[in-house]
């Protein structure tokens, strides 16, 4: 037993997802893998999107796994952080601007 929900042992166990879907697990691994391929956007530019994105999404085993891809290709502490923070401000932001569906919602029950 883990004393955490989210067991870290259970992050190399991802690609055993297939184990009771193997078809479409199949198609899955292989479009990610094409998504993390060098194209527009470096390995290292991709890495940090994915760190970003773990942390709006709250991942934790993508949070371990984009920190440790982040960092083998090449990218520093200070840029982890910074995409961190990009990610939440997306997050409060996006949050935040729903306040105006709240006025506008106010404003038609005042009404």
């Known amino acids: 037993m883990s004393d955490t929900y989210y067991n870290p042992k259970d992050l190399k166990k991802f690609e055993d997802v297939g184990e009771f879907g193997p078809e479409l697990a199949e198609k899955f691994f292989d479009y990610y893998g094409a998504v993390f391929e060098e194209g527009a956007l470096s390995a290292r530019e991709k890495a940090l999107i994915a760190l970003a994105v773990s942390h709006t999404v709250q991942c934790p085993y993508c949070i371990d796994a984009y920190t440790?891809?982040?960092?083998?290709?090449?990218?520093?502490?200070?840029?982890?952080?910074?995409?961190?923070?990009?990610?939440?401000?997306?997050?409060?932001?996006?949050?935040?601007?729903?306040?105006?569906?709240?006025?506008?919602?106010?404003?038609?029950?005042?009404?």
């Open 68 to 111: 440790s891809e982040s960092l083998e290709k090449g990218a520093s502490e200070e840029q982890m952080m910074e995409a961190v923070h990009v990610a939440s401000a997306i997050r409060g932001g996006s949050s935040l601007v729903h306040g105006v569906q709240m006025m506008n919602k106010t404003k038609d029950l005042s009404m």
